[in-house]
């Protein structure tokens, strides 16, 4: 639905007072989380002040213009500004709709916002890769047909394309010897059309994902992406039922330590290491505790938190489509956020979200190794 007075978030974009908590830690109001607002320092930058912008369209006193679109597409959609809203208004919404009116006029924050929408429309990925490329089920050694199922492992359009490896995680499936299958042309979760502003494609992609993953009869889906675990749980309540289970990779870890299916050696090497809370599982699911009991069952791990961390953490500046999008502003998180990861003394630093891994990786960070959780679970499994 396009902006809107009948909306439920319309009345905050009466109500909010300015008061800027959606910027800052709440309680430690010297603390910024909000990275739009902490690389440019402007109110309307922030969540509230894009409900700010939304209310003077709803007046008639703000028109379609790229000015506007600038202030829309300066954002990370990271949900701190939700978070931290001390009333909890709808924030997010407001963002993902204030884009939707945007792009219903023609009006888009830049040629490659309008040319990543046009990938997906005509290829269903974001780079525009022919369906061909994606990476095939036999090449991962697992099966399409749902009959002794246990999971199916939703691959998402960055493992499913890209080159991120799957080798960890297909690693400790055959350590725990789960009967995993995966779609054949697996279809995109439509994530990426909500966020850029296109709810009708994104309402068509939800419809087909839901009709082929409840076709199956199997009550688990694995995702890899935390963006795709984020749309088939939350946003998919306004498309229909999806009747499996849906969990995210660090979730199924704990569930198959706990059934005693994956063991972990008791005895390993010291690594001290840091943490980066995924913006999905952490603020849009509140499921970001999952992966530190995971890192609490690793022998030899000291964790540090960083000061900004659990639903304060700061965005790695690859949320919403930033390094593509607001190029500017994902060099300013990325490298505020590794350096703020540096000051913890860890050796490294330990991700659950490939965008995330993507992110800090292309950044370069200095002494410090990037590697996924799985990864890292991976090379604990006991012989």
Not at 265 to 282: N, R, V
Not at 301 to 321: H, K, Q, T, Y
Request: hydrophobic letters at 40%.
């Amino acid at each position: 639905m396009v902006l809107s007075r009948d909306a439920d978030y319309a009345h905050y974009l009466y109500t909010c007072n300015r008061c800027r908590s959606c910027t800052t830690n709440r309680g430690r109001a010297s603390v910024i989380v909000c990275p739009s607002y902490a690389h440019l320092g402007y109110f309307s930058y922030s969540g509230g002040g894009k409900g700010y912008v939304a209310q003077g369209i709803l007046e008639g006193k703000v028109k379609a213009s790229p000015e506007v679109a600038e202030v829309a597409m300066h954002c990370l959609l990271c949900h701190a500004c939700q978070t931290m809203c001390p009333p909890g208004f709808e924030l997010i919404t407001v963002v993902r709709q204030l884009r939707e009116w945007l792009v219903s006029r023609g009006i888009y924050g830049s040629l490659a916002h309008r040319q990543l929408l046009d990938n997906l429309r005509n290829c269903g990925n974001m780079w525009g890769l022919a369906p061909l490329k994606r990476i095939s089920a036999k090449k991962l050694g697992l099966s399409t047909r749902p009959r002794n199922t246990e999971a199916v492992l939703f691959l998402g359009c960055h493992c499913g394309f890209k080159k991120s490896s799957l080798e960890s995680e297909l690693k400790i499936i055959a350590a725990a010897r789960a009967k995993v299958m995966v779609l054949e042309d697996e279809p995109c979760c439509g994530n990426p059309a909500l966020e850029l502003g296109d709810q009708g494609l994104f309402q068509e992609m939800a419809e087909k994902t839901i009709k082929r993953l409840n076709a199956l009869g199997v009550e688990k889906v694995v995702t890899i992406c935390p963006h795709c675990t984020s749309a088939l749980v939350n946003d998919y309540l306004e498309i229909g039922e999806l009747e499996p289970e849906v969990v995210h990779f660090s979730e199924w870890f704990l569930e198959l330590i706990d059934e005693g299916r994956l063991k972990l050696a008791k005895q390993a090497p010291k690594l001290i290491a840091t943490f980066q809370d995924s913006c999905h599982l952490t603020r849009y699911l509140e499921r970001g505790d999952v992966a530190r009991e995971v890192l609490q069952q690793i022998g030899g791990l000291e964790l540090i938190e960083m000061n900004r961390s659990g639903d304060a953490a700061f965005c790695c500046g690859a949320g919403s489509w930033g390094e593509e999008l607001v190029p500017e502003l994902w060099r300013f998180t990325v490298r505020e956020r590794l350096r703020e990861a540096a000051g913890t003394g860890a050796s490294a630093l330990i991700v659950t979200c490939p965008y995330c891994e993507r992110s800090f990786q292309k950044a370069r960070p200095k002494k410090m190794e990037v590697t996924s959780l799985a990864r890292l679970v991976a090379s604990q499994l006991k012989d």
